[in-house]
């Protein structure tokens, strides 16, 4: 099992910065891929933005240029640093931790909100 933690979110106004966090604990050994979803009012969760072990990354078009994922392997920790956020960003974000070869491996933070403001 692995556990993962979200903290950093909070209201903001549009234009302005936030830093969500998430660490890992657990049997993280088994994870290739952690990455940031969120799910706004009403809408399907979607991929924000993905990070290898090796650090490669992926992100949505609509937070390319904006947003940064980074992680911390020494600390199990994961960053997404949002940059010109707008009210669109609002939404629950969630922290996903997994085994891209294997579907049992597959973990989810409780989601911290970002509110943004107009």
């Known amino acids: 099992q692995v556990q993962l933690v979200e903290s950093g979110g909070g209201l903001v106004q549009a234009g302005g910065s936030l830093r969500l966090s998430c660490v890992a604990s657990?049997?993280?050994?088994?994870?290739?891929?952690m990455g940031w979803d969120r799910q706004a009012p009403g809408k399907q969760r979607e991929l924000v933005a993905q990070?290898?072990?090796?650090?490669?990354?992926n992100y949505a078009d609509s937070v390319k240029g904006r947003f940064t994922i980074s992680r911390d392997n020494a600390k199990n920790k994961i960053y997404l640093q949002m940059d010109s956020l707008k009210p669109e960003d609002t939404a629950v974000y969630y922290c996903?931790?997994?085994?891209?070869?294997?579907?049992?491996?597959?973990?989810w933070g409780q989601g911290t909100q970002v509110p943004t403001s107009s």
């Open positions: 996903n931790a997994k085994n891209i070869f294997s579907v049992r491996y597959d973990y």
């Open positions: 657990g049997s993280i050994l088994r994870i290739n891929y």
């Open positions: 990070i290898t072990n090796g650090g490669s990354t």
